[in-house]
């Protein structure tokens, strides 16, 4: 039976109307976007002049399903707000990515990834349908069944096919408690042969893994963070206040627990933007005691940082002590797991950043007849690992240089770099990387006089 107030639906009909009616209202010809307060893109764009489409009246969860385990929600929904409606029911989406601020349209169109991708594959495999409005204002629904191609293609268009505005997703029942096993490896090679075994057998030493990631801080020292949902009672840890939840990874030797609420465990990166918010002083004991609580959240820490970018203060500082500018860093890319150890130790001899975070996953879709995701083609029945690393590394000769270092190693190891931030390929190995041909087939047929932007204009040449 489905659960959802009258008015989420009559709000949400409501919205698409508006939608519909701002895009109505461009100028013919007039280029299309969103009118967006918030992004969870890092890359610099060209300021957009045009008047942005309404997207009032979609934010919301529009149903959800408990006997059916399915929830409707509408795209410019956050995954804060979509995880307190399903969590009431004992349900949660099958993937959750990191950060609250997160629109389950944009993990679905921009990728999205998590602790469960080792089980549940990327958001967008757990989508059963959408409604998108395509460049040519047209409202269709895409699923396996109709319009196949839009579907497939939509995951890692960014927007440049159309906006997801409402999207029907499968959930998994969840349990109140997650209990914690961070295992420490002095070796590389063993903690990835750890998470490969981990991801093919889903338990570790007799007991059941239901979420996986780990944390590198240097060659000596990783960590494996296996969770387990558990009904048992008892204490938790809280890593909203004081306490830092990366810090209370690290131990001398062995295996160390914890146990948080299923609710702070999806969190459990975002108060600190994984470690990220150490750059804002956050994580200074003095400082964090004056810190308000409502601000220790990752969307207060990007606000901070687009304001840094606005106004380039750390370059000034840089220069005032005498240092060059920094490059912004702040990538993941998916490595063929067999493979990670070789990025590891390519990536920790040339690039100054860490701590760097390891997350598995494996596409759900198995075997040849796998109808595959064009636009970001990862084979089936092969395991993969996400490394994250976020931070600034001195400027190079060239614009990007370390950038493009990494993209020359991830693409020689048969891997892919997620396109949220900082890209510089050219328009062959774009296409070679992206699905090129599909994305044109698909971009003709339901955008053909080009009202939305190009994907490689969008993430490469940052318009």
């Not at 519909?20 to 969103?34: E, I, T």
């Not at 093919?200 to 387990?228: A, K, M, N, P, W």
């Not at 395991?383 to 190079?396: A, D, K, M, Q």
């Amino acid at each position: 039976m489905s659960v959802a107030p009258v008015d989420a639906r009559v709000a949400h009909a409501d919205g698409v109307q508006r939608l519909l009616a701002s895009y109505r209202a461009l100028p013919d010809g007039a280029p299309v976007r969103l009118a967006k307060p918030t992004s969870n893109l890092f890359r610099t764009r060209t300021q957009a002049r045009a008047p942005g489409l309404d997207t009032t009246g979609l934010t919301d969860v529009i149903a959800v399903d408990p006997e059916a385990r399915t929830a409707d929600v509408a795209g410019m929904c956050t995954y804060e707000d979509l995880v307190a409606a399903t969590l009431a029911h004992g349900l949660a989406p099958l993937v959750v990515p990191q950060l609250k601020t997160i629109t389950l349209g944009g993990a679905v169109t921009g990728l999205g990834i998590e602790s469960t991708s080792f089980r549940n594959g990327l958001p967008h495999e757990s989508v059963l349908e959408m409604d998108i409005l395509t460049g040519a204002g047209e409202l269709l629904t895409a699923s396996p069944e109709e319009n196949p191609d839009l579907f497939r293609a939509f995951p890692n268009s960014y927007g440049t096919l159309g906006y997801a505005v409402r999207l029907r997703i499968e959930l998994e029942e969840v349990k109140p408690f997650v209990a914690l096993r961070h295992v420490r490896f002095h070796s590389l090679t063993e903690l990835v042969a750890a998470m490969s075994r981990i991801t093919e057998t889903r338990q570790l030493d007799g007991i059941r893994v239901d979420y996986l990631d780990g944390v590198v801080f240097s060659e000596e020292e990783g960590y494996l963070c296996l969770g387990t949902q558990s009904d048992a009672p008892g204490p938790v840890s809280d890593y909203t206040d004081q306490a830092i939840y990366y810090r209370s990874i690290q131990h001398e030797a062995g295996v160390s627990t914890d146990r948080l609420t299923i609710h702070d465990y999806l969190w459990r990166w975002d108060t600190d933007w994984f470690w990220c918010s150490e750059a804002f002083g956050a994580q200074n004991p003095r400082l964090r005691r004056l810190w308000p609580k409502r601000y220790r959240r990752s969307s207060f820490y990007g606000a901070l940082m687009k304001y840094e970018q606005r106004f380039h203060i750390g370059d000034r500082l840089e220069r005032v002590k005498g240092k060059p500018r920094r490059e912004r860093v702040v990538q993941d890319v998916e490595i063929p797991i067999e493979r990670c150890v070789e990025f590891l130790d390519w990536f920790l001899a040339r690039v100054p950043i860490t701590p760097i975070w390891l997350c598995p996953l494996r596409l759900r879709e198995s075997g040849e007849t796998a109808a595959g995701w064009p636009l970001y083609p990862m084979q089936p029945n092969r395991s993969y690992v996400n490394v994250g690393f976020w931070s600034t590394v001195p400027v190079g000769r060239l614009t990007g240089q370390t950038n493009r270092l990494i993209e020359r190693k991830v693409s020689a190891l048969d891997g892919h770099k997620s396109l949220y931030s900082d890209s510089f390929y050219t328009p062959a190995e774009f296409d070679a990387l992206y699905g090129g041909e599909a994305y044109r087939a698909v971009k003709r047929r339901y955008d053909p006089d080009s009202r939305l932007l190009d994907l490689y204009a969008k993430a490469v040449q940052r318009r």
